[in-house]
């Protein structure tokens, strides 16, 4: 049915494997990237202790819920997950991505707010730029993440 690159030279264990790794290297990688953005928002705030406890315990429920949904989704893979469309878990990543969206909808909109906030007082080429920065990494991870669901 699908013509697959490599698929006589890579068994369906090693593939599942390599797959597996995929989604946790990947998961992993985003969970870095999210705390370095904490940390920008953390500094922006201030480095205000209430606010450090917000953003910790948003980011500890994300990575709960992210690393509980990515367990059962790895451990519901078929062995031929990589040569088929059959993916019976896929409910369980879309609950992942979407822990991660939501932290960064809440990452995003209190960045904002201080911005906006203090760019009345002093409008700085730090304050342009974290916005411009902001906007942009927001808007291209919400694309990358939501594009996949909405072709289907």
Do not use: H
Request: hydrophobic share 50%; with cysteine.
């Amino acid at each position: 049915m699908y013509d697959v690159v490599g698929e006589d030279y890579i068994d369906a264990n090693l593939c599942l494997v390599l797959c597996r790794t995929s989604i946790w290297i990947s998961f992993l990688q985003m969970a870095c990237v999210e705390f370095i953005f904490i940390l920008r928002t953390y500094a922006l705030w201030g480095c205000s202790k209430r606010v450090l406890f917000y953003l910790l315990a948003a980011y500890l429920t994300t990575c709960v819920i992210g690393i509980s949904s990515l367990q059962i989704y790895t451990g519901a893979l078929p062995a031929d997950a990589c040569y088929g469309p059959a993916n019976p878990g896929a409910s369980w990543l879309l609950t992942s991505f979407a822990a991660l969206i939501s932290l960064e909808i809440g990452l995003f909109g209190m960045s904002m707010y201080r911005v906006l906030s203090q760019y009345r007082a002093a409008s700085g080429q730090l304050l342009k730029s974290l916005v411009r920065n902001n906007i942009v990494y927001f808007g291209a991870s919400v694309g990358t993440w939501y594009t996949p669901f909405l072709m289907k």
